[in-house]
């Protein structure tokens, strides 16, 4: 199976920023798809971005666009979360997800067959 490692995460004020970093092991990973998704505190997890490998198209949440960009280094099958502007309420979990297969909505978690262990975002106001 594939492993993902996310980091990145940490405390940072509103307004601030953070990158996130998803790196993916081995050596022939070939992946359809990363993204990424949240959970916060009491409630249920949710998708944020998502990118495809081969052609760099990009999926955003509402609550993210315009904020949030999501990028990809193939040669280091590593895929990056730029948060800017960052609010109270992304405070959260965040999770790298890779997809391995043409499947599905890159929305939507059932697309993804590997995960992260996860990094906590926090933001102060």
């Known amino acids: 199976q594939v492993q993902l490692v996310e980091s990145g995460g940490g405390l940072v004020q509103a307004g601030g920023s953070l990158r996130l970093s998803c790196a993916a092991s081995?050596?022939?990973?070939?992946?359809?798809?990363l993204g990424w998704f949240r959970q916060a505190p009491g409630k249920e997890r949710e998708f944020v971005a998502a990118?495809?490998?081969?052609?760099?198209?990009?999926y955003y949440a509402d609550s993210v666009k315009g904020r949030f960009t999501i990028s990809r280094d193939n040669a280091k099958n590593t895929v990056y979360l730029q948060m800017n502007s960052l609010k109270p309420e992304d405070t959260a979990v965040y999770y790298c997800?890779?997809?391995?297969?043409?499947?599905?909505?890159?929305?939507?978690?059932?697309?993804?067959?590997?995960w992260g262990q996860g990094t906590q975002v926090a933001v102060s106001s």
């Open positions: 990118i495809s490998w081969k052609g760099g198209n990009t």
């Open positions: 997800a890779a997809s391995g297969r043409d499947i599905g909505s890159y929305r939507s978690e059932g697309r993804y067959d590997y």
């Open positions: 081995g050596r022939t990973f070939s992946s359809y798809g």
